[in-house]
């Protein structure tokens, strides 16, 4: 028994013996968003940047912390399709992510040796959790006004109780992959793409139907005493607009989006990070 005790202490000793260390740098890239507005994932690519912290357990496993900021936009504008195009609405906001994340170095990484010492390049993979916060936009006239106050989609409204205002501040899973490099002892490089799946429609303010306007102009007020809710929840032409059909008993209308798919965002860039803190850890000894 002793043996056997003896054989599995040094076997976790083995397995400890690995390097753990600090890294922090800055992210350089860009942002960009999927969703109604868009029909390329690589349309309207903005610049991106951040900070970042990483601590390697081991070799293989490193915990990363980030805290990025970005832009996403949309317009159905660029867009090739008939409906799109008539209906004519657009967004941009700022986008704020604190997010954690899980690396698997697949080939190993040590950032604390030097160049050609061993485990200085390695493709990775990352998933974890984020919190996001957004804010969507659209430009009317001669500024920018925010959306989700407006309840575009008869959110907050009397007669569309069951459609609440979309929270700015959310959740989101971030994953993707990416290369790291040593480029000297204790700088690395690492190049990375990752996508976020939310759990939300509204990134761009687009995901139910048209509501009739008067609802609109009944609970946010009409244009000429700054109510901007009609305006901006229907930007087709008035020709468009006229031949549109609403429920006399419910309000509703026509699809303004489509809500059985929710809006992604990814962020991708090159990281530049430096060791600040690496110990080795040592075997048990017997």
């Known amino acids: 028994m002793r043996r056997i005790f003896t054989i599995l ?20 890239g860009g ?16 610049f991106a940047g951040g900070l970042v912290g990483r601590f390697n357990i081991n070799d293989y496993i490193t915990l990363k912390g980030n805290a990025y900021y970005g832009r996403i936009s949309g317009a159905d504008s660029n867009s090739t399709s008939t409906f799109s195009k008539e209906r004519n609405l657009s967004f941009r906001s700022e986008l704020f992510e604190f997010g954690g994340n899980v690396e698997w170095n697949i080939f190993g990484y ?25 804010n969507p936009k659209a430009y ?5 006004i925010e959306l989700q106050p407006l309840g575009t989609e008869g959110q907050g409204t009397t007669q569309f109780q069951d459609r609440k205002k979309y929270n700015l501040t959310q959740f989101a ?8 490099m040593r480029l000297a002892k204790n700088w690395s490089v690492t190049l990375e793409y990752g996508l ?13 139907t048209y509501v009739e ?74």
């Open 140 to 144: 009317y006239v001669d500024r920018w």
């Open 213 to 286: 306007p008067g609802i609109l102009e009944q609970n946010y007020g009409k244009l000429e005493d700054g109510g901007y809710s009609r305006v901006l929840a229907d930007r087709s032409s008035s020709d468009v607009q006229a031949t549109r059909d609403y429920d006399p008993i419910t309000f509703v209308g026509p699809a303004r989006g489509n809500s059985k798919t929710t809006d992604w965002y990814a962020y991708g860039g090159i990281t530049i990070t430096y060791t600040i803190l690496g110990n080795r850890v040592k075997c048990y000894s017997f």
């Open 110 to 134: 040590n950032p604390t040796l030097t160049v050609g010492s061993g485990k200085g390049f390695t493709p990775f993979l990352f998933a974890g959790l984020a919190v996001y916060k957004y």
């Open 173 to 180: 899973i971030p994953f993707g992959g990416g290369l790291k």
């Open 196 to 208: 976020r799946k939310t759990f939300n429609d509204y990134l761009d303010d687009v995901s139910l």
């Open 9 to 28: 202490l040094l076997t976790i000793g083995l397995s400890s013996y690995a390097q753990k260390s600090v890294e922090v740098g800055i992210m350089l």
């Open 31 to 46: 942002s960009n968003y999927m969703g109604e507005l868009s029909e390329n994932r690589f349309d309207n690519i903005y």
